[in-house]
T-cell receptor, first 113, second 116 residues
Framework: AQSVTQPDIHITVSEGASLELRCNYS??????LFWYVQSPGQGLQLLLK????DTLVQGIKGFEAEFKRSQSSFNLRKPSVHWSDAAEYFC???????????WGAGTKLIIKP | KAGVTQTPRYLIKTRGQQVTLSCSPI?????VSWYQQTPGQGLQFLFE???????NKGNFPGRFSGRQFSNSRSEMNVSTLELGDSALYLC???????????????FGPGTRLTVT
C-alpha cells in the first residue's frame, strides 16, 4: 500500500540550530516527492520537489531535501532555523498519471528563542 | 497572477444543514483538488476535478460532493452536516494535465467550517 510516514508529530528546535524533518514513503512506482509548509491560518506552500536527477534538491526559504532511494526517505533540512520557520511541514508523494498525492500526517515545528 | 481564492473563509452551520464552498483556481489551471484538514486526521483527500470531470475521489461518504465549471472554478457541497464535518477545507489548483501526482499544487487559504 502507498503511504507516507512522518515519524515526528512535533519537533522543537532552538533558533539558529539546524533542522532535519524525516519523511519515509512506501510507493510502488517511481516517486515524485514534495515538501509543503503550512503557516498558522494559511494554506500550504510548496517548499521543494524531487522528480529525478540530483538527489539533493534546493527549495525556497533556505530548505533542502535529500532523496535516498535505498532508505525510501526524503528528509528535509535547514542549516539554521529562524523563528519565522515555525509552521507545520508536510511530505507528500505522487506518481505520473496519479490523480492525487499521498500525504504524511505533518510535523509541527516549534522554535525556541 | 492571482492566487487560489476560496469563499467564504469562515462558516458556521448547524447539524443537518447543507453547505457549499467555492474555489477559484489560478488562471490557466484546469485541475482542482479538495482536502479536509482536521487536527486528528491531518490532510484528507476529498476529490479532484480536471476539465469538469472528476478523476479521483477519496474515502468520504456520499454527503460530500463537488463539481467543476467550464471556467475551472469548483464547488464542493456537504449535505446533512454532522459535528465531525467541522474542519478546514482546502482547495488546491494545478496545471494537472498529466495527473496531480506530479504537479505542484497551489493552495488557497481554506474555508473554516464549524458545525454546531
Amino acid at each position: 500500500a502507498q503511504s507516507v510516514t512522518q515519524p515526528d508529530i512535533h519537533i522543537t528546535v532552538s533558533e539558529g540550530a539546524s533542522l532535519e524533518l524525516r519523511c519515509n514513503y512506501s510507493y510502488g512506482a517511481t516517486p515524485y516527492l514534495f515538501w509543503y509548509v503550512q503557516s498558522p491560518g494559511q494554506g500550504l506552500q510548496l517548499l521543494l520537489k524531487y522528480f529525478s536527477g540530483d538527489t539533493l534538491v534546493q527549495g525556497i526559504k533556505g530548505f533542502e531535501a535529500e532523496f535516498k532511494r535505498s532508505q525510501s526517505s526524503f528528509n528535509l533540512r535547514k542549516p539554521s532555523v529562524h523563528w519565522s520557520d515555525a509552521a507545520e511541514y508536510f511530505c507528500a508523494v505522487g506518481a505520473r498519471s496519479n490523480y492525487q498525492l499521498i500525504w504524511g500526517a505533518g510535523t509541527k515545528l516549534i522554535i525556541k528563542p | 497572477k492571482a492566487g487560489v481564492t476560496q469563499t467564504p473563509r469562515y462558516l458556521i452551520k448547524t447539524r443537518g444543514q447543507q453547505v457549499t464552498l467555492s474555489c477559484s483556481p489560478i488562471s490557466g489551471h484546469r485541475s482542482v483538488s479538495w482536502y479536509q484538514q482536521t487536527p486528528g486526521q491531518g490532510l484528507q483527500f476529498l476529490f479532484e476535478y480536471f476539465s469538469e470531470t472528476q478523476r479521483n475521489k477519496g474515502n468520504f461518504p456520499g454527503r460530500f460532493s463537488g463539481r467543476q465549471f467550464s471556467n475551472s472554478r469548483s464547488e464542493m457541497n456537504v449535505s446533512t452536516l454532522e459535528l465531525g464535518d467541522s474542519a478546514l477545507y482546502l482547495c488546491a489548483s494545478s496545471l494537472g494535465g498529466s495527473g496531480t501526482g506530479t504537479s505542484e499544487q497551489y493552495f488557497g487559504p481554506g474555508t473554516r467550517l464549524t458545525v454546531t
